[in-house]
């Protein structure tokens, strides 16, 4: 079975200060995303990587950074954390491929005091 | 753009009833993926069961089956024979026609089944 981990199930930051959400994924898979989920929003992605060191921006960026400096990590990075970043943050993998889903890690609910 | 819309905010079925979750979606894409997410109390995304566009069947997988009707770009996941355990967020998600693997989700459905 694919295993999605993510390193915290909850956390609780103070405003300013920096955030690091980790994921590891045990199957090898090349594509990794980060999203957020907020009650009446669904998911919106974040950033998504396609390979060790490579991402792309999705539709919600701003305030994030990412790094993926091995192929089964995929850090979510909040540089300076606002009380708007208060959400629950899901990481997910994948092959890739038309047919292929995201397996999804357990999530993180961050609140930012 | 695309787009995935879930018109139902909450849904109630009694347990071993049928159930039909709502899903509609937009896209000027010939070739696309749907997909049918589960999403107990505990926060992770459980995947149901994926549909492609050119697929001539409606997708089954166990008791969740998908009603696909393409003239119509609906997507709604059926239930059968509810289970307490079915009691979750659903949401419906579409793939992005550049071929990057991302998903488009919708707003979700909370599904309470009762005894």
């Known amino acids: 079975d694919v295993k999605v981990t993510q390193s915290s199930r909850y956390l609780v930051k103070r405003t300013g200060e920096k955030v690091f959400l980790e994921c590891v994924q045990d199957?090898?898979?090349?594509?990794m995303f980060w999203y957020r989920q907020d009650p009446g929003l669904g998911l919106r992605l974040i950033y998504f990587?396609?390979?060790?060191?490579?991402?792309e921006k999705g539709d919600i960026p701003e305030g994030y950074s990412v790094s993926r400096e091995k192929k089964e990590r995929f850090s979510l990075i909040l540089e300076s954390a606002s009380t708007n970043q208060t959400s629950m943050y899901l990481c997910a993998s994948g092959r890739g491929g038309s047919t292929d889903t995201q397996y999804f890690g357990p999530g993180t609910r961050l609140t930012v005091l | 753009a695309q787009k995935i819309t879930q018109t139902q905010p909450g849904m109630f079925v009694q347990e071993k009833e049928a159930v039909t979750l709502d899903c509609t979606y937009d896209?000027?894409?010939?070739?696309?993926?749907l997909f049918w997410y589960k999403q107990p109390s505990s926060g992770e995304m459980i995947f149901l069961i994926y549909q492609g566009s050119y697929d001539q069947q409606n997708a089954t997988e166990g008791r969740y089956s998908l009603n696909f009707q393409k003239a119509r770009k609906s997507a709604n996941l059926v239930i059968s024979a509810s289970q307490l355990g079915d009691s979750a967020m659903y949401f419906c998600a579409m793939d992005s026609p550049t071929g990057t693997d991302k998903l488009i989700f919708g707003t979700g459905t909370r599904l309470q089944v009762f005894p």
């Open positions: 896209t000027s894409d010939p070739s696309y993926g």
């Open positions: 199957m090898d898979h090349e594509n």
């Open positions: 990587s396609y390979d060790v060191k490579m991402k």
